[in-house]
């Protein structure tokens, strides 16, 4: 055999190469998305634990999991602060409005 047939590849083997590598980096691309703090770890994990089913399993479930484990009473210690602020006339009704919304999303 010569090189040359060893190193052809078909266009069904680009095709699946299309298709296998977008689906590998799944947790990966998710988890940039989500803008995580540790994207570049779950990255390190699915590049070389994601052969395996429970390494790549574990990588998606690490980049579905919460932002931040707090998150949600952070946001309502920051509305509780918002509202006092509100109250007190240090800021006007848009700007609350403005800043509640932030908040909320």
């Known amino acids: 055999m010569s090189c040359l047939t060893l ?5 069904q083997h680009i ?3 299309l298709i296998f590598i977008p689906s590998y980096f799944i947790p990966t691309f998710i988890a940039l998305s989500r803008k995580k703090t540790n994207t570049l770890s779950i990255f390190a994990l699915n590049l070389l634990l994601g052969w ?13 999991s919460n932002k931040e484990g707090n998150q949600n009473n952070s946001n309502i210690d920051q509305l509780t602060q918002l509202k ?22």
Request: glycine residues 6%; without cysteine.
């Open 84 to 105: 006092t602020l509100y109250d007190q006339g240090v800021i006007t009704d848009e700007e609350f409005e403005i800043q509640k919304n932030k908040l909320l999303r």
């Open 52 to 64: 395996s089913l429970i390494g790549w399993a574990g990588a998606l479930i690490w980049a579905l």
């Open 15 to 17: 095709l699946i190469l």
């Open 7 to 11: 190193l052809s590849i078909s266009w």
